[in-house]
């Protein structure tokens, strides 16, 4: 079992930043790759960026140059970092983990970009 639990999410202005984290404890070892997903209202949970343990990325098209994914191995941690944040940018952002045969959620963070 993994524990998935995001952090950083919040009100922000178009054009403003938030850096969102996540914390994996558990069964970590196995991890091959984490990533964040979002989830608009009335929207499918879409793939926002990933990271493999290898340190590869990829993006969805819509956020590549404004978003950046890292993670601290030491922290068992993953990160995104969004800049000059769009009010299409609001979702419910969740963090998650593949291992084999297995993919763990976080609970999902709200991220709400609005004058």
């Known amino acids: 079992q993994v524990q998935l639990v995001e952090s950083g999410g919040g009100l922000v202005q178009p054009g403003g930043s938030l850096r969102l984290s996540c914390a994996a404890s558990?069964?970590?070892?196995?991890?091959?790759?984490m990533g964040w997903y979002r989830q608009a209202p009335g929207k499918q949970r879409e793939l926002v960026a990933r990271i493999t343990s290898g340190g590869s990325t990829n993006y969805v098209d819509s956020v590549k140059g404004r978003f950046t994914i890292s993670r601290n191995a030491a922290k068992n941690a993953v990160y995104l970092q969004m800049n000059s944040l769009k009010p299409e940018d609001t979702a419910v952002y969740y963090c998650?983990?593949?291992?084999?045969?297995?993919?763990?959620w976080g609970k999902g963070a709200l991220v709400t970009v609005s004058s």
């Open positions: 998650n983990a593949d291992r084999p045969g297995r993919t763990d």
């Open positions: 558990g069964t970590i070892g196995s991890i091959y790759a």
